[in-house]
C-alpha cells in the first residue's frame, strides 16, 4: 500500500513540477521561513527538482539558531549555579555561546565541568524533575516559536496550580510573524514569495499572515512538511506571482485554521507578555519576544537569579546571521564542512535539527 | 535465594557467588559443558573439512533493562548470535560475563536470564561459560552484559562487507527502525498510539534458510546502530563501489514513521536488532528473496536497490520523489545508548 501511495505522490510531483516549469516566467525567489521546511526540501530532492528559475533561501525559522549567542551565554551562567538544575530541548545542549576558549562554551560543556544540565522532550518533563528534586531549583530553558510557547505556558500554570516553588522558566521565546517584517523591512534579499511554517499558523492561524499583502504585497502559502506539501505551496506562490495578486493561501487545510488554535492563544497571553527581543542574525527586533508577565515572576527564572553578563559575542567566522536572513548559501560560509561540522559545529546552525548549515551538509546531492 | 538483591558479596568468589552461578545461571543455561563447573568449556574440535571457526564479542549496556518486544538479555544473545549469523557462520556456543551493580533486584537480573535462556534455546546455541562481577553502587548501570560466541563456517560460504560487486541486488529482510524507538520512546516516557516494539530476534535461521538456497551470497550485515544508512556506507567503503536504494521500496512501519516525525529522526539511521541486509548477485534475486520470505524473520523481504560501479565508497538515495541524494553516514546528531 504504502509503495503504491508514494508511487502515486511521485507522479503528481513530476506533474505539478512540469506545470511550474511552463508556467514560470522570470526567475522567483521564495522564501521559505521554517527550518523543517528546509530539512523536508533537501531531505526530499526538492531543491534539485524544481526549475532553475525558482530559488528557495531558508529563513529564520529554526528556534535555536536564531537564540541570540548572549542568552546561550546567561543560559549557561544559569546551569553553573549551585543549586540549579538547567532542563531544555536536546539540540540547545550543543549551541556554542559566546564566551572565551577555555570556559564552558555550550551547555553540553557545562555539563561535562559539572553543571546539572537535563535533556527533556517537554515541558512536563521538566515539571517532574522539580517535583522529584525539592531541594533544587530547576530551570527551564524556554527556545521555541509559537509552537512551543504554549507549551511551555501550559506548564507554568500547572506548576502554579501545584503551587511548585523551585521551577521557573527562561524565557526566549520567540515569534515570527515580527521576524518576517524584519527581513522584508532590512530589503537585503529580494522576495517573490512566502512559504508559511506549517505547525507555528497552526498555533497562530493563516489570518496572522494577512499583513504580508496587506503592507508589502508579498504572497503567502502556508505549507505541511510533506514533500508534495511544499510543492503545493510553492505552485500557489507562483499563481499568485503571475496573477498578481497577493494573498495568504493555507495549503495545509488539515492542520491550520484561519483563526488559528485559541486555546493555545489564551494561554500564551496568560502567562507571557510580548517583549522587543534579540534574535541571532537580525538583532533587536521589536515585540518579537516572549517575557513572563509580572502576575508570573514568582516562575520567571530571569527575575530569580538576575545575572550581570559582558554582551554576547557571534563565533568568530559564523555567517549564521546571513544565513538566517537568507542572504547566503551555507556553502558559502568559508567554514563550511571544513571547520564547521555537525560533530564540531561553530555555529548554531550547524547544530540544530532545524538548522539550515546541518541540512546542507547532510543532505548534500549528489 | 534468600536475598532480594545483589550484594557485593555476590562477586566475591565465595559462598554467595556459589549460590549465584548454582541457583540462577546453571538452572537456567541448562548445558552440559556449563554444568560440569570446570574452568573453562571442553568440547572435541570435530570440524569438517575446509570449514572455518568464527569468534566474536559485544557488550551490552542498555537502559532500559526492559522494553517492549525484549530486554537487554535477549539484545545479549541475538546480538551477537547475529554477529556470527552475518558471516555464515552456525553459532555453536557463548560465554556470558555480567558486571552487575550492587543493590539490582535479583528478580530483575532473573527475568534477564531467562530472557537469555530463551533467546539462546530459539537460536539453538549455549551458553557454556560465564563470569560474574559486582561493582559498588553507582559504579555501573544495573546490569551490564558481556558475550563471545563462536561459530562455525560451512566450506564453500564466504561473507564479507567486502564482496559486494557491480550489478548486486541489495535486499532487506524487513521493516526498519522498531528497535531504536522502541526503546527511545520507553526511555522518554513517550506513548504512542500505535504499538513499537523491538525487533530484537536470532537471524541464524533465515541466514541458514538464505545460504542453503544460495550459497553465492556475497555479503550480509545486520543495521543496528546507526541503521540502513551506516551500514550501506560500511558496504560500500568496505567493496569500494556504490550502492543506490530507492527509498519508497524500504518498508517503514507507520508508527515508527509517526515516532521519526515526533522526535526529529530518519528511520534509514535508527538501530534494528532483527534486521539484514544481504548483497547477491543479481541471478540469484528472486531464490533469496523467496527463501527470506518464507521465514519467519523475513516475510517482509524488500528488494530495496542496488550495486553500481560509479561512486565508489558512496550511497546514493533516490527520494519518493525522484531526486537523488547521497545518504551519508550519521553525523553529529545525539542518540540515547539503545544496544
Ligand atoms: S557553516 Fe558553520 S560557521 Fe558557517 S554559517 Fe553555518 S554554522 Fe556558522
Known sequence: MKYLDEFRDAVLANRLLASLERRVSRPLRLMEFCGGHTHAILRSGLRQLLPSSVRLSSGPGCPVCVTASSDVDRAIALASQPGVILATFGDMVRVPGGNASGQANSLQEAKSLGADVRMVY??????????????????????????TAPTVAAAVLQAAAEGLTNFTVFSVHKLTPPATRAILDAGEVRLSGIIGPGHVTSIIGANAWEFLPRDYRMPCAVSGFEPLDILLAITSLVDMVTSGVPAVRNTYARSVRPEGNLIAQQWMRQVFQVVDAEWRGLG?????????????????????????LP???????????????????????????????????????????????????????S | MIHSHVLLAHGSGGRLTHDLIHDLFRSYFCSPLLAKGDDAAVWPANLPPEARLALTTDSYVVQPLFFPGGDIGTLAVCGTVNDLAMVG???????????????????????????????????????VTGDTKVVDRGSADQVFINTTGVGVVSAGIDLSGANAMAGDRVLLSGPIGQHGLAIMTQREGLQFSLPLESDCAPLNGLVDAMLKAAPTIHCMRDPTRGGLATTLNEIAAQSQVGIEIEESRVPVPEGVRAACELLGLDPLYVANEGKLVAIVPPEM???????MRRHRYGREAALIGGVCATHPGRVVLQTSLGAHRVLDMLSGAQLPRIC
Open chain 2, 285 to 291: 534475486e528472486d531464490t533469496v528473496l523467496d527463501a
Open chain 2, 89 to 127: 557462520a552456525r553459532p555453536l556456543y557463548l560465554s556470558a560475563g555480567f558486571i552487575l551493580e550492587e543493590g539490582l533486584p535479583l528478580a530483575q537480573l532473573e527475568r534477564v536470564v531467562a530472557s537469555m535462556a530463551r533467546s539462546a534455546s530459539e537460536a539453538g546455541v549455549h551458553i
Open chain 1, 122 to 147: 517537554s515541558t512536563l518533563d521538566a515539571l517532574g524533575i522539580a517535583r522529584v528534586n525539592p531541594g533544587l531549583q530547576v530551570v527551564f530553558l524556554g527556545v521555541g516559536f509559537e509552537t
Open chain 1, 284 to 308: 533587536l527586533v521589536p515585540a518579537s519576544g516572549l517575557a513572563m508577565r509580572t502576575e508570573y515572576e514568582a516562575f520567571d527564572a530571569a527575575r530569580r537569579f538576575p545575572l550581570d
Open chain 1, 311 to 365: 554582551p554576547g559575542r557571534e563565533p568568530k567566522g559564523c555567517r549564521c546571521g546571513d544565513v538566517l536572513r537568507g542572504v547566503v548559501e551555507p556553502t558559502q560560509c568559508p567554514l563550511f564542512g571544513r571547520t564547521c561540522t555537525p560533530d564540531r559545529p561553530v555555529g548554531p546552525c550547524m547544530v540544530s535539527g532545524e538548522g539550515a548549515c546541518a541540512a546542507f551538509l547532510q543532505y548534500g546531492e
